[in-house]
Structure formats: structure tokens, C-alpha cells
């Protein structure tokens, strides 16, 4: 199994939808990141949390939520997806010392319609 | 003008060149320096990291990092069609303790046999 799993791979929603996209990871980091990634603009940070009970918000979190389950999971969702929120999505995950090393997941594919 | 700069490509070599893959920077407190690599349709890899200036070497990979010229620089010795992929730069900062990198748009890369 991967280190960093995410669920769905692939999801075509429309728009208005909410929708959840979940990350797991068996690496027993702290530290855990939703990207997103578009052609030309590369990796932005949309959402981090350093642990269960601390969220932050990155440098584009506005029409994104998030929820961290627990140690090893970290959702998150769009409450009402529009066309601009089409992208690659990827979750990461670091240890508590890392200075940038990550461990991504395989990332989301989203289209919303 | 973005903190780390990253020429998009597609840079295009024959199977045995060696690749030189290159970021600029203007955040000097950057200390840790990163690059990823990422196929088709998958997430980021960490590849190389190294602290500060100087060199680190890794097989066919060397990483190289002129902190006084905010510049770094991947090599790649007797590329094979395999290293065919974009590459990331990504570069940290002890800011709060955070250490959240900083990526490149990343550069395109294919080597044809």
C-alpha cells in the first residue's frame, strides 16, 4: 500500500456540489498539506495542520475546508465547487523535523462542470 | 516576480547528455533546498535535499547551490529516457518553524532515446 493514499483518483462533479476529497498516510507524520497543482502556476498551498488539533490556512484557502480525523487522515472539501476549483490535488505529508522533505499521494483529479 | 523562479521548458536532450535544471530565488533566509521529481499523472518525489551551499552528489544526480547568487542547480549525468519528467525546485526557511517550502512551477524534461 502507498504511504500517502488518496481517495478518489479521478471525480467529475458539477457545479454547486460539495464534495470531499480524503487523504490517509501510514508514515506516522505530524505534519500534513493539501496542494493544489495547475498547468503554469505549479504547487499552491491550500490548507496545513501540524497536528489533530491545529489547522491552518495556506496561501489560496478561500472556497476550501478542511478536517483532520485524526493523526493519519486529513480531509478536504469544496461546499460549493466552481469551474476555477478544476485541478490536480495532492496531499502531503512531513515529519515534525522536515525542513520541506514531503511524501506526497498520487494526487485527485477534479473537473467540475 | 514569484520568490522562486523556474523556466518551464520542455527542455529536450538525447539519451547520455547531461541535464542542467535551474531555480532562482530572492528570499535569502531560504537555508534548505529541495528538488522534487514528478511523472505523468503522479505526485511529487523527493529527489535531493541539501543544506545551505555547496554540493551533494547521489548516484548520476548532483545538487548544487550557490546561496550568494540565490541560484541552485540539478545535474543529471547520462540522462536515460526514464528521467523524463518535471522537476521541482523547492527551497525553506525556519520561519516560525514552519519550514513550509517554497516550489517552482518546475521544469519539463524529456530525453529521447
Known amino acids: 500500500d502507498a504511504d500517502v493514499t488518496q481517495t478518489p483518483r479521478n471525480r467529475i462533479t458539477k457545479t454547486g456540489k460539495r464534495i470531499m476529497l480524503e487523504c490517509s498516510q501510514t508514515?506516522?507524520?505530524?505534519?500534513m498539506y493539501w496542494y493544489r497543482q495547475d498547468p503554469g502556476l505549479g504547487l499552491r498551498l491550500i490548507y496545513y495542520?501540524?497536528?489533530?488539533?491545529?489547522?491552518n490556512k495556506g496561501e489560496i484557502s478561500d472556497g476550501y475546508s478542511v478536517s483532520r480525523q485524526a493523526q493519519a487522515k486529513f480531509s478536504l472539501s469544496l461546499e460549493s465547487a466552481i469551474p476555477n476549483q478544476t485541478a490536480l490535488y495532492f496531499c502531503?505529508?512531513?515529519?515534525?523535523?522536515?525542513?520541506?522533505?514531503?511524501?506526497f499521494g498520487s494526487g485527485t483529479r477534479l473537473t467540475v462542470v | 516576480q514569484k520568490e522562486v523562479e523556474q523556466d518551464p521548458g520542455p527542455l529536450s536532450v538525447p539519451e547520455g547528455a547531461i541535464v542542467s535544471l535551474n531555480c532562482t530565488y530572492s528570499?535569502?533566509?531560504?537555508?534548505?533546498f529541495m528538488w522534487y521529481r514528478q511523472y505523468s499523472r503522479k505526485g511529487p518525489e523527493l529527489l535531493m535535499y541539501?543544506?545551505?551551499?555547496g554540493n551533494k552528489e547521489d548516484g548520476r544526480f548532483t545538487a548544487q547551490v550557490d546561496k550568494s547568487s540565490k541560484y541552485i542547480s540539478l545535474f543529471i549525468r547520462d540522462s536515460q529516457p526514464s528521467d523524463s519528467a518535471t522537476y521541482l525546485c523547492?527551497?525553506?526557511?525556519?520561519?516560525?518553524?514552519?519550514?513550509?517550502?517554497?516550489f517552482g512551477r518546475g521544469t519539463s524534461l524529456i530525453v529521447h532515446p
Open positions: 508514515k506516522g507524520h505530524d505534519r
Open positions: 523547492a527551497m525553506s526557511a525556519g520561519s516560525g518553524g514552519s519550514y513550509i517550502p517554497t
Open positions: 502531503a505529508t512531513s515529519a515534525r523535523d522536515s525542513r520541506g522533505g514531503y511524501t
Open positions: 495542520s501540524f497536528d489533530v488539533k491545529d489547522i
Open positions: 541539501t543544506y545551505s551551499s
Open positions: 528570499n535569502s533566509a531560504f537555508q534548505y
